[in-house]
């Protein structure tokens, strides 16, 4: 982990000390004794620096989501936090849980990597509240927990870390095993992966691994989406973190149902307003609304249930208050031909 020099009045700190948080619902304080700052993850590790009495100096760096901050005039910040009330500080693009940042909190950047921004903040936590983290447990902790260390993605430019010096990254993995790679958990396969390769973790829920490969591709065989169109995102992506992606536009493969109204069960959606039932997005079998606007109704007059459509759609909400689904406006459609 790249760490800035950090200086305090009594001097700089020792950035080499690592600590991780030991108990649930820690703060991380302006000064010892002074204002409360933002919660700390139970299991998060930090580099510490000066210590005073009960008061441990720490610096929290992780990966914050770029729509949710913007520049600061303050003077000693670059970022602060824009959504309210909080956002997710984690230990690498799309990885584990560092801490919840309230809004206007802030922040010193680092680096960015598309979406995301490598961002750093100085602050005391007590004590009582840290432990010690040796380079032989930290190299443990990684993969089998899913809740320790806060060491982000590889920086580019800069040398992987040796075994015997740095602790273990949790953002990277690789396979021990030739194994085969799934579209979703239990669902179709979509390859085989070699003993070995490289892997970024991008998340972790039970039994499986969410990871992504990179590789090179023969252009000629890739199929593109237009500007800011995410492709590759799951429903249980949106269940996980609701609010990550309202307001960004998406391409999905569903299986349509029916038409239906809304009502109090669906307050996201206008009562009375129409919206396509559906499942997916293919392979998975959860439902999704797919709010359609006055100006789209024409597009699904002649659709057949069950058939299987492709849209283009606006997140509305990550998942709905009472049911939990995804729901989405309309914004293109495409049916698909029948197999």
Do not use: C
């Not at 490969?213 to 949106?238: F, I, N, R, S």
Request: net charge positive; hydrophobic share 40%.
């Amino acid at each position: 982990m790249y760490v800035v020099p950090l200086v305090f009045a009594g001097g700089a700190l020792a950035a080499q000390a690592r600590f991780r948080v030991t108990s649930e619902r820690e703060w991380l304080y302006q000064q010892p004794e002074g204002k409360r700052l933002a919660q700390i993850a139970s299991g998060a590790e930090l580099a510490g620096g000066e210590a005073r009495g009960d008061w441990q100096a720490v610096t929290l760096d992780g990966w914050i989501f770029a729509p949710s901050v913007g520049a600061t005039a303050r003077a000693g910040a670059d970022l602060a936090v824009t959504r309210a009330p909080e956002e997710n500080l984690r230990a690498a693009p799309s990885g584990i849980l560092v801490a919840k940042l309230p809004h206007g909190f802030l922040l010193s950047k680092v680096g960015d990597d598309h979406r995301w921004v490598h961002v750093q903040r100085v602050g005391w936590m007590k004590r009582a509240a840290l432990e010690p983290v040796t380079a032989a447990s930290a190299r443990t902790a990684g993969f089998d927990t899913g809740a320790g260390g806060t060491s982000p993605g590889r920086r580019p430019g800069v040398s992987p870390p040796t075994p015997d010096s740095s602790p273990a990254d949790p953002a990277r993995a690789q396979p021990a095993r030739r194994t085969t790679l799934y579209r979703v958990p239990e669902g179709p396969e979509a390859g085989t992966l070699g003993q070995s390769t490289p892997l970024r973790v991008v998340s972790r829920a039970g039994d499986w691994t969410r990871v992504q490969l990179e590789g090179w591709v023969k252009t000629a065989d890739l199929a593109t989406e237009g500007p800011g169109v995410l492709v590759g995102v799951t429903a249980a992506e949106l269940r996980a973190d609701p609010q990550r992606y309202v307001g960004q536009s998406l391409r999905w493969t569903l299986q349509y149902i029916a038409v239906q109204q809304a009502d109090e069960l669906r307050p996201e959606i206008p009562t009375g307003g129409k919206y396509l039932l559906t499942r997916g997005p293919l392979p998975e079998r959860g439902f999704v609304y797919v709010v359609v606007p006055e100006s789209k109704q024409s597009l699904v007059a002649s659709l057949t249930p069950l058939s299987v459509i492709q849209v283009t759609a606006r997140v509305r909400a990550g998942r709905s208050h009472y049911l939990g689904n995804p729901v989405v406006d309309l914004l293109s459609l495409e049916v698909q031909p029948e197999p």
